[in-house]
Every structure is written in C-alpha cells, then in structure tokens.
C-alpha cells in the first residue's frame, strides 16, 4: 500500500494536482491486484485429487470411482453399515514441514467407515497437524488428504460430511455455547433444532445460554464434540476426547465413539494414551516423529510388536540359567531372583527344570501390553531415526504430559 | 453437491450458491450479534462521535465573538458538528479488527474455516455484515451529530441546514468515512491477525503517520497529507469544498476506498495462503 502510495505521490508531484489521474491509477493496481487473486484460487480449484494424487492412469481410475461411491454415500449417509474397505479418510504421502521441522513426513493410511481407528503417537508425533490438514486447516506441503474422495475445501456442505474436534478450547469465550452452535449450523444450513439436539446429546442444555468462557475444560470439551455432531456427518475426527474430562465424561466418551462407530461411521481418534486406545479402537495409525509406523487392527498391533516373555523365579538361577541357555533360550537377569526366557515355551522351561532339579518358585507367561507394544515400535522408530535416547517419553513424549 | 468437482469449480454459477452465502452472512451476522465488544464499540462510536462533535460546537458558539476574522470567515458548521466523527473512527476501527482478530486469537477461525473452507467467502460475509452495520450507525451517527451541533450553534453563531449546498454531501460522508475506515481496518487485521499489533498499526495510520508528515519539509507535507486517511476526512466532511484542499471530497473518498480495498485483497490473498 506504502508503494502504491508513494508511486501516485510522485505523479501527484510531477503534475500538480491531478487528483483523478492518481485514483484511477490506485484503482488499476487493485484491479490488478484482484485479477491475481482471482487466477490463483481458480488455479487452486482446479486442483482435483486426480490431477494431483495419482501418477498411473490405473490409480486414477481408482479414484475416480473412489468419487463415485463417495457421491452415493453423501446421499446415503452412513446407512451403508460397514462399508467394505471403502476408506473415508485416505491419506496419500501426506507431508508438511515448519521452518526446519519436519512436522509430517510421507504419511498414508486410511480411516474405515463403521470402526474406530485409533490414531496413536506422543505427544509432538504429528497427529494434530494431520488432523488440521484433512480439516483443511493447514495446507500439506507435499501430497494430499481426501475426505470421501475429495479434498476438504471441495465438501459443498463439509459439516455434515466430517465433525471434528481439534481443540476445545478454541471458542470465543464471549459467546453463548448455543450461539457458538448456531452461527456454525447457519453456514452448512443445518436446521436450528439440531442445535438444541447436540447440546443435549453432550449434556450442556442446562447451561447453553452461558458464556463459553465460564466453561470448564470438561464442558469445553462436551461443546466441541457437539460442534463436531452438529451437521450428523458420517466421518468424525477427535484430538484427545478425553482430555480434561471426569471418569463419567470418559466412560461417556468411550461409549459415544463405539456408538458412532455401530453406526456405520468412521470414527478416527487420536491419543498419546495408550490404555485409551486399548479401550475403545478397533484399528491402529501409529505414528512417531511425523512417520507412520503401524497401520493395522488393534489386535495385530499388539501381538506383532509385543515383547512377551515368560518369566521364571527360582532359588537355583545360575544352574537354571545355563540350563535354559544351552537349550537355545535367551535369558535375561530380571530384578528380585528371576530370569526373563524368551525363545522357549513355558512347557519346556518347566520340563528343563524338572530334568535338572532345580526348582522353580514362579513360571508365568509376560504378555505385553499395549503401552509396551507402542513403546516397543516406538523404540525401533527413533533408532531407525538416529535418534541417542531409547526412551521416547524422555525425547517427547515427556515435554508435554 | 454430491457431484464432486464439476460443480465445485463452477460454484459461483451455482443455483445453490446464493443460498449458500446467505449461510455464510447469517453466519457472520449471529458472530457480531452475539459478543459483547459490538455493543461495546458502537456504542464508543455513538458517543465520541456525537459527544465530541457537540463539545467542539458548543467551544465555537461560546468563543464566537472573540475569534479572529480569519477563523470567521472559514469557519464551517457542518465540518465543526461532525469533528467527533475523526475520533468515533478508532471505535469502529476496534470493531473492524476485532471481528477478524478475535477469530485468531480465540481459535474460533479453524471452526469456521472448518464450516466454510473457501476462506475467500467468510472474508467476504464479514465486509458485507460489518460493512452494513458500521453505515447504518455510521450515518446515524454523522446525522445526530449534524444535528446537535447546528442547535448549539444556532443563533450564537453561523450555523447550516442540510438543504444548504455542500451540506447534505458531507454530512452523508461522515457515514460513508466511518464505513471505509473500518473496512481498512478488518483488512488490516486480516493482514496482521493480531489484536495488539492491528490496532497499533491502525492508530498508526490514523495518528502518527499525520505527525511524521508534519515533520517533514513543509514541501513534502501537502503532498503526502492529502494521502493520509484523516485528511481525506476532513476533507470529505466539510461542506465548503475550497480550491485549495488538494482533492474534492468524492475523490478523497475514492481514495480511501481504495485503501481498504487493497487492504482486504492483500487480506484475502493471505487468508486462503496461510495456514489457519
């Protein structure tokens, strides 16, 4: 603005009062301004997934009838219980960096309609600038994210096609939780009785006429799933639900979102809260470090990357020890007289004993949890990253508890 | 809207687009309506601009007698009763900032963003919403000002009616100031995002850039101060239009359209290029 004032100035002083010649040339330059503006966001529009995410004519074809299905299932809602393997959320080498951080890297995985996916990382992993950029918010710097098929600023009504909550904090403190609701709805045309129906269905009625401000953590965190249910769409994404809530809030999170998975919506949660997960998921999206480390159901995750042991006590370690060793097990010193075995069934180790006499005072198998399973494929990931501590709590996970 | 891209790209020929904006104005109308710093701010507005305009009149009809015929003989009714409005504009100003500001700093602008991800639009209902709102008081505001001031300048000195040439035209302009003033802001804001740092500037713009031109060689100052937004009101609100004021009061005013609307391009193109 300094420049194009100053560009008039000089005219202005060159011919003396010119007053009119110096606003059409103001005028020009905000024409010009605009025509810029203008060419660049049909240039953005034009960006559809297929000409951006798919290099092969095959994969292309993929999408196109990915669209498809998407445009049927608008229509439908979430009626189409299940799904298949149609993915609501699909994520394609998504990568996005600040400054020099690497915040996401080649990141793709897919949510399914009909189950909670778990979106799992400590704290710093990613998983929030992941979720602002299939919200649209921030712009990915490499690949793409689609939300049934299409690109989040391309959804013509996108509350009632994904519900989320980011941050429950992030309200005007001024405003009323009714008319927090209502000034949303009004943009997707979402009738005002539906207002009225989330705030019950999240427990605010009483108090929809107060300032957010008074809110506390927990109410914040009731209004921002009732903006992510206002327009009743059939993909929801929530950043850590349970954060601030009491142990009711959180059993009622809990069963909201197997709900709202049964009803054949796509539920994708994030959370550093292992235990969390082990709850209410049905899939797993591990990430750490902005990559993606898993992708599978809970079950799998567990099983692939548990450390299980069995774990022996015996007043005789050392003639136990060599025992084990020499029929192929490897053996660690645990703490108080036992020795962690893997490598050997609990039958034989029982057998091993009983053929030398040693006696034993605990044989038990130590399955993992799924804590330790994340931990587990945590661990290798920051290795494999270069990274010196093998703790991931003490590199991120413990900056922000 | 279920067919995709098509029609995406096409939206502004789209039946249902009217009907869409209109969403995205009620929208805009409920977020003013339903915070306090609106009534706040129009309220400031209403009041310094009708109460100072009626401070500065009342000081020319008591001092009438003993002016100088210099100050006589330039003296203007209609540019003294609206003298409130050149500081009415920083109210409006707040309010223009805030509506956009407020969005950032309390996060409210990913909720909308996530409601209506052509940010361009949202950008767009906020100029329309405010826009209405601040020309509605904003010409109330310069008519009770108007008003006022000419019955507590009647019979102790000159005073105008609005049938009298150049009147009416100015007094229409203090509402048309205020608006483009405060749309200069809300683009301003939508630039800098910050509360503090958006009004700062905007002061800046309106008080400080006025002092650093008087400052300068005396050259220098006329031409530079026919820039500067407080200038250009001056101009605009006085009913005399003299040879000498270096633009006539319709092209000041273009002019100050012309800030605010290379301030909202500015705004638009950073709005849709950033990250929310």
Redesign the interface.
Known sequence: ?LR??SS??AI??KHG?H??R??VL??L??AV??L??WV???R???Q??HATGSPTPKADHAVRRD?RS???A??RRWDWNGGGNQNTIEARALTKRYGNKLAVDDLSFGVKPGYVTGFLGPNGAGKSTTM?MI?????PDAGTVTVN??R????????RE?G?L??A????????AR??L???A????IPRARVDEVLDLVGLSSVAEQRVGQFSLGMSQRLGIA?ALLGDPGVLMFDEPVNGLDTDGIRWVRGLLRRLASEGRAVFVSSHLMSEMALTADHLVVIGKGRLIAEMPIDEFTAKNSNAYIQVRSPNLAQLRSALEGAGATVTAGDDESLSVRGLSQERIGELAWTNGIMLHELATQSASLEEAFVESTVGNLEFSGGTSLKPESTEGGAQP | MSTATASDTQATSDPKDHSRFSGVLGSEWIKLTTVRSTVWTLLATAVVGIGLGAIVTSAQASRWATRSLVAQATFDPTRSSLAGLLFAQLAVGVLGILIMSAEYSTGTIRATFSAVPRRPRVLLAKVVVFGVVTLVVGEIVSFVAFLTGQRILSGKAPSAVLSDPGVLRAVVSGGLYLLALGLLALGLASIIRLTAAAISSFVGLLFILPIIADVLPSSFTSDIGRFLPANIGTVMMSAHYHGTDPFGPWTSFGLLCAYAAIALLVGGVLLVRRDA
């Open positions: 603005m194009v004032a008039a100035l202005g002083a009062r007053g009119l110096i606003v103001v005028v330059v905000a301004v605009g810029i503006l660049r966001m049909r953005r529009d034009r559809s997934p669209e998407a445009a049927i608008v229509n602002r919200m649209g918010l921030d712009e098929g299409r989040y600023h391309e959804l013509g009504w996108p509350l994904v989320a980011l941050e904090r992030a309200i005007h403190p001024g405003r009323s008319a927090h209502w000034m949303l009004r943009t997707n045309q903006v």
